[in-house]
């Protein structure tokens, strides 16, 4: 990984925005970062150099992952640590000091802040990491392929082991169990089997009910080296309708309107209507409940977020999930998602796994 660049590409943001310090404290920051990947990591970050403050659970680890900062073993939490470096290096003027304020509770800042002089001063910083991260070079892409080859593996598990009568938990366990025999470090969230009325749960986590005639909605992703995958399929347990047929369809199409409007330059808010469009022509624009998808990385949930209401716009290297669904409360839902990077022509979907309706 180029933790080099990265740190440089900060250094220099920080020049731009007037930083002295910047707080890293979110750890998948800190992992952007430096590699390191403990627990408990704190990265003070200045234009002239960075280090991470960590306890000595972590010499070891620290001494095998970290790239391209200092490390300092300390007897006290890193956050106070950091506090009390930072406050020896105080100067006659102010010294501006960024904190990632999405990820820092109150009580953390208040500490900081009464352990700084008074010439520090504490400034959220406008999520500098987050913005570098969404950028995907070829080696994280490479990592990301990875994990989605290995998750959309996992369904084929789901398959063999969804029956009429089955629990949803005992799916996702045996799902979940291929997974770490296949490499997986875990899983990217709380594994989704959600049939029969429950497939109107967007978020409708595997339970203990068993598993109904009807829709059955999988969302499921693992951890490989570091990196998340994320994909959904609904299959059909039994003989779908007519009209569940074409309810599928009608998802199915709004899934490719909005892959469809992914390319670079192209507003998040473009896709995320090319995709709203296509349910409303089908009369279902009111049971779309969520946005069209977000990006994939680190973390199973980040920057940026494919929603009508949000600024970015798509650039070469970025790696977002397209996940339109319909929900009828009481009744059924679809979802259907791939991730997809997005390309100087366009983009490539990622997940392999076919989207016709399956019946079980």
């Not at 499921?220 to 369809?249: H, K």
Request: aromatic share 6%; net charge positive; proline share 6%.
């Amino acid at each position: 990984m180029d933790h080099k660049g990265r740190l440089q590409r900060l250094q220099q943001a920080l020049r731009q925005q007037r930083f002295d310090t910047l707080l890293v404290t979110h750890p998948a920051n800190v992992s952007y970062l430096c590699g390191f990947t403990g627990s408990a990591g704190v990265m003070a970050l200045s234009p002239k150099g960075a280090t991470l403050f960590t306890d000595g659970r972590y010499i070891a680890q620290a001494k095998e992952q970290v790239q391209g900062a200092r490390v300092v073993i300390a007897p006290k939490p890193p956050l106070a640590a950091a506090a009390v470096r930072l406050a020896k290096s105080r100067g006659r003027r102010t010294h501006v000091v960024g904190i990632e304020a999405e990820h820092m509770s109150v009580a953390s800042r208040t500490r900081l802040s009464a352990a700084l002089p008074k010439s520090f001063r504490l400034k959220p910083a406008p999520a500098l990491v987050e913005q570098s991260r969404m950028i995907k070079d070829g080696e994280e892409i490479d990592l990301i392929r990875g994990a989605v080859r290995l998750g959309a593996g996992l369904f084929d598990t789901i398959l063999e082991n969804i029956r009429l009568g089955t629990r949803e938990s005992d799916v996702a366990a045996e799902m979940e169990h291929a997974a770490r025999r296949a490499g997986a470090e875990g899983m990217s969230f709380p594994t989704i089997i959600a049939a029969g009325q429950r497939s109107a749960l967007p978020h409708g986590r595997a339970s203990t009910e068993p598993i109904p005639e009807g829709f059955v909605v999988c969302d499921f992703g693992v951890i490989l080296r570091g990196y998340c995958s994320d994909m959904t399929r609904t299959l059909y347990v039994g003989r779908p309708t007519a009209e569940a047929r074409l309810f599928y369809q009608a998802v199915w199409e709004a899934q490719q309107a909005g892959i469809e409007a992914v390319r670079p330059g192209a507003p998040v808010g473009q896709v995320d209507r090319a995709a709203r469009n296509a349910l409303k022509k089908a009369g279902l624009a009111r049971y779309f409940t969520h946005s069209t998808g977000h990006g994939v990385g680190l973390e199973i949930h980040e920057a940026p977020r494919i929603a009508a209401a949000q600024r970015e716009v798509l650039s070469p290297g970025m790696v977002i999930t397209i996940e339109p669904g319909a929900y009828v409360p009481g009744r059924w839902g679809v979802r259907i998602e791939d991730m997809v990077v997005v390309t100087d022509s366009g983009c490539e979907i990622l997940t392999p796994t076919t989207k016709e309706l399956i019946t079980i």
